[in-house]
């Protein structure tokens, strides 16, 4: 009796320790303290668009694009955009930095997701104003090599 | 290893004035996140491709800031409003600063 407890004790520990493990990453607040760095303010809702599939089934490369409206003029534009995902072992993605010469502030990429979770951006206009939009992506197999 | 690494870009030859052109661009790179172990139980270091620089005709378009967060393989694709015909350059940057470009002309009719 003595000794299946135990056994059962350990086995406990060892996925406690597992869970422990697994915890070490990212988490909403880390994600919006990754943007909050380096844009400073409060963002509204709004402004952009994130296309990514409901459900990835390879969280190695998931396809995101991400739009902000803007009429990208020398008055008027998106200087920056931040994107980051709440469930990574680290918050940030990637940062992108545009002129007017862009025309358009649309980017595509594809993301390493580790779990389901929250993509996040936050886009940057000239005059200091913040827009952000966040997008679940449900994930089957995570992408970070764990 | 860093043979392999090579950048792919397509980009229009010919635009008209002002128009919005789409680019895409590719480079080989294992985006090697910091997170890995290898055989040996041991940590893969991190080794990312963390910066992308376009101009045209010098003058920047776009300057990208990757995470380990970002696929193997980085591919992007992005707009350039061309006004005039130029050279669209390209610059990747690796975490042991060693670097990659590429160019490709836009003749604009």
């Not at chain 1, 993605?93 to 993301?111: D, I, M, Q, W």
Request: hydrophobic share 40%.
């Amino acid at each position: 009796m003595v000794a299946s407890r135990l056994t059962r004790r350990t086995a406990f520990a060892a996925l406690a320790g597992v869970l422990v493990a697994r915890n070490a990453l990212a988490t909403p607040d880390q994600a919006r303290d990754w943007i909050a760095a380096m844009a400073k303010g409060t963002p509204q809702a709004g402004k952009i668009s994130l296309k990514a599939p409901e459900i990835a089934e390879n969280g190695n490369a998931v396809p995101l694009t991400v739009t902000v409206d803007s009429e990208m003029s020398g008055k008027s534009y998106v200087k920056a955009l931040y994107i980051a995902a709440d469930g990574n072992p680290n918050a940030g993605v990637a940062v992108y930095e545009f002129t007017p010469l862009s025309g358009k502030a649309e980017v595509a990429l594809r993301v390493r997701l580790q779990q389901t979770q929250k993509i996040v951006a936050v886009a940057e206009m000239n005059d200091g104003t913040l827009y952000t939009a966040s997008r679940e992506v449900k994930v089957t197999i995570g992408g970070c090599g764990g | 290893m860093a043979d392999d690494i090579k950048p792919r870009l397509r980009v229009p030859t010919n635009a008209k004035k002002g128009e919005l052109v789409e680019v895409k661009t590719l480079i080989t790179h294992p985006m090697e996140t910091g997170q890995r172990k290898d055989a040996d139980g041991k940590l893969v270091p991190r080794l990312i491709v963390n910066t992308l620089a376009v101009t045209y005709n010098g003058k920047p378009v776009l300057n990208a800031k990757l995470e380990p967060a970002v696929a193997a393989n980085p591919y992007l694709s992005f707009f350039v409003k061309v006004e005039e015909s130029g050279t669209l350059k390209f610059t990747w940057t690796d975490d042991n600063k060693q670097s990659w470009t590429a160019e490709s002309k836009i003749e604009v009719a």
